[in-house]
């Protein structure tokens, strides 16, 4: 399952997906290794869990998040791995 949103989308279209389908949607774009997968499914993740809260766990900023998502942007490895952190423990429930 491919999920993609545009960042001038609203949160509406991510209430349709379940916490668990965003959480491995965003683990098969890690696995299919494409960066603009990556960034989109990343925007699910913060409208779907919280910009708020993926800043507050990951220790980055909203803005540095929402900037990962920029079609023009080149996501540091560190930060996304940050990120893939935040995931993974909603993905088990830790």
């Known amino acids: 399952m ?7 989308e609203n949160q509406e279209n991510t209430i349709k ?3 668990d389908e965003v959480t491995k949607s965003f683990f098969k ?3 299919d290794g494409d960066i603009d997968d990556i960034k989109s499914t990343l ?5 779907r869990f919280g910009a ?3 800043s507050f766990l990951t220790g980055l900023s909203k803005k540095t998040l929402y900037d990962m998502c920029d ?3 080149n ?3 560190a930060n996304l791995c940050k990120v893939m952190g935040f995931v993974k423990q909603q993905h ?3």
């Open 75 to 77: 996501p540091p490895l």
């Open 52 to 54: 708020s809260k993926v």
């Open 43 to 47: 925007l699910i993740v913060l409208q």
């Open 17 to 19: 997906y379940s916490n």
């Open 29 to 31: 774009s890690w696995s």
């Open 71 to 73: 079609d023009n942007s």
């Open 92 to 94: 088990t429930g830790i």
């Open 2 to 8: 491919k999920m993609k949103l545009k960042q001038t």
